[in-house]
C-alpha cells in the first residue's frame, strides 16, 4: 500500500488500483485516433471513471514506435481542455502523459495531479520543473527514443540494466529536489524491448521491489500481446487482462489499461481471494 499525494488530493492505493488511458492524438496505436475529437473524448472520461477508474492519464503525443514529434503548441492545444473539463466535472486523480516541462507546468496548473514522462525526467529543464510543482512523477524506463527504440534492442541483463538505469534516476531527481516519496516507477514494457525481454521483465517484476518505489505497468493491448498471439490492437483483451493478472500478482500498484471496467473485474476477483486466504490462515 501506498499513498499517492498531490497537493489536497491523496489516493491510498491498496494493492493495484486502475489508470485509465485516454489518448488525445490522431495517431494512436489502440485506438486510431477515436478520442481525438474533444467532446469524444470527455465522454471517454466520463464513462472510465464511472467504470471505476481511480487515475485518468491523459496523453498528446503518440510514442508508439515510429512515432513523429508533436510541436509544444499542439500538444497543449490537445490536452489542456481536456484536462479543464475532467478537473471540473470528475472525482478522479489527472496524469499527464509528457516528456515536456511547458507542458507539466500548464498540465499542472490547469488541475493535473501528476506527471507520467517516458523520458523519465530527461529533458532539459525537465527535474527543474517537477521539483518545483512538487507532485508525483512516474519515470519510465525506454532504450533509444520513439523513432528508433525498437530498432534491435539489447540488454546484458534486462532486469539489472533497467534497475541500474533508475538507481541512477532516483538520484538525479533526489539531487534535483525531488521527493523520492513522490517517485513511481514503470520498466517500460514495449519501449525498446524484444518480445523476449518484455515476457523476462513481467516473469521478473517483483525484482523491482529492492528499489522500494511503487511501480506503474502498461501492457495493455501492446505488441508483446498482438505478436505472441497473432492479434490486432482491439483484438488483444485477453492477452491484456492476463498480464495485467501477472503483473499485480508480481507487485505492481498501479494498471495503466485501455480495458477499464474489465481489469477492474479481474482485480476484484484478486483481491476476495487474497482475503479468503487470509481468513483461513
Do not use: W
Not at 477515436?34 to 464511472?50: G, I, L, T
Not at 473539463?85 to 507546468?105: A, F, Q, R
Not at 524484444?194 to 529492492?210: A, M
Amino acid at each position: 500500500m501506498f499513498q499517492l499525494k498531490s497537493g489536497k488530493r491523496t489516493l491510498i492505493v491498496d494493492n493495484a488500483t486502475v489508470m485509465g488511458i485516454l489518448n488525445v492524438t490522431p495517431d494512436s496505436f489502440s485506438d486510431g485516433g477515436e478520442f481525438a475529437a474533444f467532446d469524444m473524448a470527455c465522454k471517454h472520461a466520463d464513462h472510465m471513471v464511472a467504470q471505476g477508474a481511480k487515475i485518468i492519464d491523459i496523453g498528446g503525443e503518440s510514442t508508439r514506435p515510429g512515432a513523429a514529434d508533436v510541436v509544444l503548441d499542439e500538444e497543449l492545444n490537445r490536452v489542456l481542455p481536456l484536462i479543464d473539463y475532467v478537473s471540473k466535472n470528475l472525482d478522479v486523480l489527472i496524469s499527464i502523459d509528457t516528456s515536456k516541462p511547458e507542458v507539466m507546468e500548464q498540465a499542472i496548473k490547469t488541475g493535473a495531479h501528476l506527471i507520467n514522462d517516458v523520458r523519465a525526467l530527461q529533458a532539459p529543464g525537465a527535474i527543474e520543473m517537477a521539483a518545483l510543482l512538487d507532485v508525483p512523477v512516474c519515470l519510465m524506463h525506454m532504450q533509444g527514443q520513439p523513432r528508433t527504440m525498437q530498432n534491435a534492442p539489447t540488454y546484458k541483463d534486462v532486469v539489472e540494466d533497467i534497475i541500474a538505469f533508475f538507481r541512477l534516476r532516483i538520484a538525479a531527481c533526489i539531487e534535483g529536489g525531488i521527493d523520492a516519496k513522490h517517485l513511481i516507477l514503470d520498466p517500460g514494457f514495449g519501449f525498446g524491448k524484444t518480445l523476449t525481454d518484455n515476457y523476462e521483465l513481467l516473469n521478473r517484476l517483483s525484482e523491482f521491489k529492492v528499489l522500494e518505489l511503487p511501480l506503474l505497468i502498461g501492457l495493455s493491448r501492446k505488441s508483446m500481446m498482438g505478436n505472441l498471439l497473432n492479434r490486432q490492437p482491439q483484438q488483444r483483451l485477453a492477452g491484456s487482462l492476463a498480464g495485467a493478472m501477472l503483473a499485480a500478482q508480481g507487485g505492481a500498484n498501479i494498471l495503466r489499461v485501455h480495458d477499464v471496467p474489465e481489469t477492474v473485474d479481474i482485480l476484484k476477483v484478486m483481491d476476495a481471494t487474497e482475503r479468503y486466504q487470509q481468513l483461513s490462515i
